[in-house]
């Protein structure tokens, strides 16, 4: 090997470490990347700066647009009102995953599962039924619909535009169509039959401590004519009269880490854990102050109701903390308390760093309750009637989306221009409603996809993806081009679990070119292959965005999805084994 190749080789794998770890933004990995590749020579600054004006890139960020439209119009609330009304948990996965599926296929996977995670934790508690029997084949069923074309899903256009820089004929928007509607069905028949049952029944203890929605850490500040001035916490027995759990006293700027002896004076703060309804009833019996609404005060000439909302994953406020964010000034909100999954709270409630799927109760009126459902950051788990929103503009953005779809489909526009055209119009039209389109798009995403994108053209400049063929092929020996396309659909599937699906895209597409090529195939139903197993990430919850959503909603376990997701995988990999070089010849 090469120099060149010796130090692409060291970033790839530095690379997927990061996206692995989680440790550092996905987005930012993208840009360190990019730094090194260009002050190491392996790219030029033309070649670098590319994946800024990359089709895939470009359609991306319009496709985001669309599918914010469709959310934020309010499109998809008739049948969400519809589908609450269901009250058999078994018929309310079937129904969701009916809905979802096709829906993927147009519209974006994390606005989908935002949109009914709420209806569906809502029937779960009318029902009695566990979230975690109904969330994860909902997330699934995402995924499934987003393979099914080619602008279902951000990997699908990556796939295409590489494809295209290899030289290969671009995708039809419908090209996937048929094998991805077709392990949808497979897909959903499976979970109704075989993952039902590996689904947890019930929550475990350990699971449910740290998910259970209603478990808050909050602050209580002791008043003047509070009973527990001068009592120990110990004395105060607040475990066994409120099933509240005191973590910490705070006094002044002193953190006192054991506070069980110390005796309580006016102005400590206790940050309390428990179920709000308990905290709430311990702080009127004990005539204390909920200290970040003393903090901030409360507009006392209108109602103000209690709102609980979900950080979504990858979005631009995870690492801020909740004084940076300052809910009070932004959303004329109050931060009441938070719930963090797996973590015991011990600062302050302003310096607590939020990560995806932190639930907050917040304390806001009636149009702050109505702006935070038109946050992109946010999921609200309590649902309200937004009035704001009017069937106008949901039938304006259906038929905008339509059109898109057939006049891309068709080949009068190209796909860029046509999801372009189709975001002016949802603006012209309304469909965003009074907030900026660009506070709902997803920048990360849009900085990664253009940031990665110059690591396939070193991989290839520096012929480190010939090496690693080369290398690799005496795995597949002689067994032809068969062997070859698994090999390369499982390499794929295993990254995307560890780096996630549009890294893995880029790493995988010109590695299955250069093996197509050295087998005589066509690399076609190759780089079907690769948009194919990075799209469909069930193993982990860390592997899609929406898997990582239901993962804290849900109460899952790390292996409830191995249990589920790795023969889900098995099964999607047999399938398109069989089927791709049925739709795509393996022979040029």
């Given at each position: 090997?090469?120099?060149s190749?010796?130090?692409?080789?060291?970033?790839?794998?530095?690379?997927?470490?990061?996206?692995?770890?989680?440790?550092?933004?996905?987005?930012?990995?993208?840009?360190?990347?990019?730094v090194?590749?260009?002050?190491?020579q392996?790219?030029?600054?033309?070649e670098?700066?590319?994946g800024?004006s990359?089709?895939?890139?470009?359609?991306?960020?319009?496709?985001?647009?669309?599918?914010?439209?469709?959310?934020?119009?309010?499109?998809?609330?008739p049948?969400?009102r519809?589908l609450?009304?269901?009250?058999?948990?078994?018929?309310?996965?079937?129904a969701?995953?009916?809905?979802?599926?096709?829906m993927?296929a147009?519209?974006?996977?994390?606005?989908?599962v935002a949109?009914?995670?709420?209806l569906?934790?809502?029937?779960?508690?009318?029902?009695?039924?566990?979230p975690?029997?109904?969330?994860?084949p909902?997330?699934?069923?995402?995924?499934?619909g987003?393979?099914?074309?080619?602008?279902?899903t951000?990997?699908?256009l990556?796939?295409?535009?590489?494809?295209?820089?290899?030289?290969i004929?671009?995708?039809?928007v419908?090209?996937?169509t048929?094998?991805?509607?077709?392990?949808?069905?497979?897909g959903?028949?499976?979970?109704?039959?075989v993952g039902?049952?590996l689904?947890?029944k019930?929550?475990?203890p350990?699971?449910?401590?740290?998910?259970?929605i209603g478990k808050?850490?909050?602050?209580?500040?002791?008043?003047?004519?509070?009973?527990?001035?001068?009592?120990?916490i110990?004395?105060?027995?607040?475990?066994?009269?409120?099933?509240?759990?005191?973590?910490?006293?705070?006094?002044?700027?002193r953190?006192?880490?054991?506070?069980?002896?110390?005796?309580?004076?006016?102005?400590?703060?206790?940050?309390?854990?428990?179920?709000?309804?308990?905290?709430?009833?311990?702080r009127?019996?004990?005539?204390?102050?909920?200290?970040?609404?003393?903090?901030f005060?409360t507009?006392?000439?209108?109602a103000?109701?209690?709102?609980?909302?979900?950080v979504?994953?990858a979005?631009a406020?995870?690492?801020?903390?909740?004084g940076?964010?300052d809910?009070?000034?932004?959303?004329d909100?109050?931060?009441?308390?938070?719930?963090?999954?797996?973590?015991?709270?011990?600062?302050?409630?302003k310096?607590?760093?939020l990560?995806?799927?932190?639930?907050?109760?917040?304390?806001v009126?009636?149009?702050?309750?109505?702006?935070l459902?038109?946050e992109?950051?946010?999921?609200?788990?309590s649902?309200?009637?937004?009035?704001?929103?009017?069937?106008k503009?949901?039938?304006?953005?259906?038929?905008?989306?339509?059109?898109?779809v057939v006049?891309?489909?068709?080949?009068?526009?190209?796909?860029p221009?046509?999801?372009?055209?189709?975001?002016?119009?949802?603006?012209?039209a309304?469909?965003?409603?009074?907030?900026?389109?660009?506070?709902?798009?997803?920048?990360?995403?849009?900085?990664l996809?253009?940031?990665?994108?110059?690591?396939?053209?070193?991989?290839?400049?520096?012929?480190?993806?010939?090496?690693?063929?080369?290398?690799?092929?005496?795995?597949?020996?002689?067994?032809?081009p068969?062997?070859?396309?698994l090999?390369?659909?499982?390499l794929?599937?295993?990254?995307?679990?560890?780096?996630?699906h549009?890294?893995s895209v880029?790493?995988?597409?010109?590695?299955?070119?250069t093996?197509?090529?050295?087998?005589?195939?066509?690399?076609?139903?190759?780089?079907?292959?690769?948009?194919?197993a990075?799209?469909t990430?069930?193993?982990?919850p860390?592997?899609?965005p929406?898997?990582?959503?239901?993962?804290?909603?849900?109460?899952?376990?790390?292996v409830?999805?191995?249990k589920?997701?790795?023969?889900?995988?098995?099964?999607?990999?047999?399938?398109?084994?069989y089927l791709?070089?049925l739709?795509?010849?393996?022979?040029?």
């Open positions: 090997m090469t120099l190749q010796w130090m692409t080789l060291v970033i790839v794998i530095g690379a997927v470490a990061l996206f692995a770890s989680e440790k550092v933004r996905i987005d930012l990995v993208a840009l360190i990347v990019l090194l590749l260009v002050i190491l392996l790219v030029s600054p033309v670098a700066l590319a800024f990359n089709e895939a890139t470009i359609t991306v960020a319009a496709m985001f647009a669309l599918s914010l439209g469709i959310e934020r119009s309010g499109a998809l609330e049948l969400g519809l609450s009304r269901i009250r058999k948990p078994w018929l309310l996965t079937l969701l995953m009916l809905a979802i599926a096709p993927g147009f519209v974006k996977n994390i606005a989908l949109t009914f995670l709420p569906a934790l809502r029937v779960c508690a009318n029902t009695g039924t566990s975690a029997r109904v969330l994860l909902m997330a699934y069923a995402a995924q499934m987003g393979v099914c074309t080619l602008i279902g951000s990997s699908n990556l796939a295409d535009s590489l494809a295209q820089q290899h030289g004929a671009g995708f039809g419908f090209e996937f048929r094998l991805g509607a077709l392990l949808a069905v497979v959903i028949t499976y979970l109704m039959l039902r049952w689904l947890p019930e929550i475990s350990v699971a449910a401590a740290e998910t259970d808050y850490v909050t602050e209580l500040k002791i008043t003047t004519d509070s009973p527990l001035v001068g009592q120990t110990a004395d105060a027995k607040l475990g066994d009269k409120y099933s509240i759990y005191p973590l910490e006293l705070l006094r002044g700027d953190h006192l880490w054991s506070p069980r002896s110390q005796v309580l004076e006016v102005d400590d703060v206790l940050l309390v854990r428990g179920d709000w309804d308990k905290i709430e009833d311990f009127k019996r004990a005539e204390l102050e909920i200290d970040p609404e003393n903090r005060g507009d006392k000439s209108s103000r109701i209690l709102v609980e909302v979900m979504k994953p979005t406020i995870e690492g801020s903390s909740l940076e964010l809910f009070n000034h932004n959303h909100a109050i931060a009441l308390a938070i719930h963090q999954r797996g973590r015991i709270l011990r600062d302050k409630l310096d607590v760093r990560t995806a799927g932190d639930v907050l109760l917040l304390l009126n009636e149009a702050g309750a109505t702006a459902r038109s992109e950051q946010f999921v609200v788990l649902e309200r009637e937004d009035t704001r929103r009017t069937p503009r949901a039938i304006a953005a259906v038929l905008i989306m339509i059109a898109v006049v891309s489909g068709l080949h009068w526009l190209p796909i221009v046509a999801a372009i055209a189709g975001a002016v119009a949802m603006a012209a309304g469909c965003y409603g009074r907030k900026d389109l660009y506070e709902g798009i997803d920048w990360k995403i849009i900085v996809l253009a940031a990665i994108l110059p690591l396939g053209t070193a991989i290839e400049n520096s012929g480190l993806s010939q090496t690693l063929v080369e290398s690799s092929m005496g795995l597949v020996g002689e067994h032809g068969l062997a070859a396309l090999m390369v659909y499982l794929t599937a295993l990254l995307t679990e560890l780096m996630g549009n890294p880029v790493l995988m597409v010109g590695i299955a070119v093996v197509a090529h050295s087998v005589g195939a066509d690399p076609r139903p190759f780089v079907v292959a690769v948009a194919f990075a799209a990430s069930f193993a982990t860390v592997g899609y929406t898997n990582t959503m239901v993962y804290y909603a849900g109460g899952y376990r790390f409830d999805f191995m589920v997701g790795i023969p889900l995988i098995a099964i999607f990999c047999a399938i398109s084994m791709i070089p739709f795509w010849p393996l022979q040029p």
